[in-house]
């Protein structure tokens, strides 16, 4: 089919077709080709109509007019007639009943006065002012509701009708509907909002090994595609525990009642689940909306975390608002989403045994001497920050060759482990444990002025003496000596080397006593060290 150049609203020069009926009715009869779209098909069919109306005498005869409005009954497109003053003269079946009007309910009825309402498919005022001043857009579109409930997109094609004279008579209007055509356009747009975001997600958990910031950002990510007023991540090992809360009530990690009740639902699903009506979770919706503080939970998405065969935990997207009510798209993406979570997860997993790996003595589980006097020089900076004394421990298993010799390295190790799970018993949760090396071992206790130390020091080599290590039901006495020293408060800064061997000349003391004793250094100043301290007396106690 040939294009046709269709004339500007408001033109009197019709271009005349030397068979315009016959090109009329080939042209509503046959349909858009193949290669030809559907506005296209339209604006050929609505060039040789106004052809029509506009040829011979320049005047709508009226055998014309009837057969013009018989084939717009045949069309499946929209086609309204109005007189210039906004009365509906012709209305075909098509609209009538996409619109659920009958002949009666519009015919002789002013447009704009009597039919304005949200089921309107043209604009109002607007309109009505091109039509009195002689000039409308050529094509506009618009979206009105069908009878059935459904919002239809109509492209509309105008052209004003004049008399013999000139004069502007009405309007008539062909409707072609694209509700589908915009439909795949914004399902082609939604997939690549989609891809991007998802491509966002991937970016934000390969570059960060925070947990909290990898979280953070997958947050972000996620919003732009499917709004989440309050987002969860929790994991399930060694027992649930929320390690990411957004939009709820602050809460500590261990799960409550209802978010445990929903994560293991989760995972007896294997699948992710949507749920459109919060009734639907049964008698614990309320106490999942109580735990997170929400009024009531309306709708929720929620997706296992995987990794492999292994399911990490849980993630789960909750709306309080009821004009919220998540679709099977954001579950979709949702899920989708989920893989690279659970990969970076398992990823800072792995990377946080790996550090602890790092900082933690393999064999008693305490700090190793590089993360000891890591976190101890930052406790020494805090303490004369504050002006706060702070102790320290140097500490050994008295007559432990002796253990190794007679029982074996493998007895040596236990021996190792259980003083240090002593250790960890008697001093307190804010003190700094560590193994400096072979079977001596440190603390940093801060907020400790010396005489407290020596009571700790004391509770300390108490407990291992009252504890022995049992080998196969008969006991294994062991004892330790412990040397202590201390920063008084005020003090200037000393370096964690300085004072544990401060503390370590102590230890000494406490070996020539005759071990199994607390020995003290009493001997420091408040000037900077000298680079070969001089040794001291040790104060013993009791």
Not at 475 to 489: A, D, F, R, W
Request: with cysteine; glycine share 8%.
């Amino acid at each position: 089919m040939t294009d046709v150049d269709v004339p500007q609203s408001g033109s009197q020069d019709q271009a005349a077709c030397p068979c315009p009926t016959a090109a009329l009715r080939r042209s509503l009869s046959c349909g858009p080709s193949p290669s030809e779209s559907l506005s296209v098909h339209a604006q050929n069919a609505f060039a040789h109509l106004q052809g029509d109306l506009f040829s011979g005498e320049g005047a709508l005869q009226l055998h014309g007019k009837k057969f013009f409005r018989d084939v717009l009954e045949s069309m499946r497109l929209y086609a309204l007639e109005l007189d210039v003053q906004g009365g509906v003269v012709f209305c075909n079946a098509f609209l009538l009943h996409v619109a659920g009007w009958t002949p009666e309910d519009v015919l002789g009825k002013n447009w704009f006065d009597d039919l304005r309402s949200p089921k309107n498919p043209l604009p109002g005022e607007g309109f009505r002012r091109g039509l009195r001043r002689g000039f409308m857009r050529h094509h506009h579109e618009s979206t009105f509701l069908s009878h059935w409930g459904d919002p239809r997109r109509v492209r509309w094609h105008n052209t004003l009708l004049r008399d013999a004279e000139g004069h502007v008579t009405g309007t008539l209007s062909l409707g072609e509907d694209i509700t589908e055509q915009r439909r795949a356009e914004w399902a082609e747009r939604k997939a690549r909002i989609q891809a991007e975001a998802l491509n966002k997600v991937v970016q934000a958990v390969g570059s960060h090994q925070d947990m909290d910031e990898l979280l953070r950002r997958v947050d972000q990510q996620v919003n732009r595609f499917v709004e989440i007023p309050c987002l969860l991540v929790a994991l399930r090992e060694p027992e649930w525990r929320v390690v990411y809360r957004r939009g709820c009530q602050a809460l500590p990690p261990e799960a409550f009642t209802g978010e445990r009740e929903l994560f293991e639902m989760v995972l007896r699903e294997g699948r992710p689940l949507r749920i459109a009506d919060g009734q639907a979770l049964g008698n614990f919706e309320q106490d999942l909306g109580c735990s997170l503080g929400l009024p009531e939970v309306q709708s929720l998405l929620a997706t296992p975390l995987s990794f492999g065969p292994r399911t990490l935990g849980v993630m789960v997207a909750v709306s309080a608002d009821p004009d919220l009510l998540y679709s099977p798209d954001d579950l979709s993406f949702f899920a989708a989403v989920a893989s690279p979570v659970a990969l970076a997860l398992e990823n800072a997993r792995l990377f946080t045994e790996m550090g602890n790996l790092a900082m933690t003595d393999s064999l008693t589980e305490l700090a190793n001497r590089r993360s000891l006097f890591m976190l101890g020089e930052h406790e020494i900076t805090r303490a004369v920050h504050r002006h706060s004394p702070i102790s320290f421990f140097m500490f050994d298993l008295d007559h432990f060759k002796h253990v190794n010799d007679r029982h074996g390295h493998r007895v040596g190790d236990a021996v190792l482990r259980h003083v240090a799970h002593l250790c960890r018993q008697s001093l307190r949760e804010e003190d700094l444990l560590g193994r400096y090396g072979g079977e001596e071992f440190a603390a940093v206790l801060p907020d400790t002025d010396h005489t407290e130390a020596l009571q700790l020091a004391e509770r300390l080599r108490r407990t291992v003496e009252e504890h022995p290590l049992r080998l196969e039901g008969c006991p294994l006495p062991l004892t330790v000596s412990v040397g202590v020293s201390t920063l008084p408060g005020g003090s200037h800064r000393l370096s964690l080397e300085h004072l544990l061997d401060r503390a370590d000349q102590a230890l000494y003391g406490a070996k020539r006593a005759g071990r199994n004793t607390v020995a003290g250094d009493l001997s420091l100043s408040h000037s900077a060290p000298s680079s070969s301290p001089k040794r001291s007396s040790p104060h013993f106690w009791p």
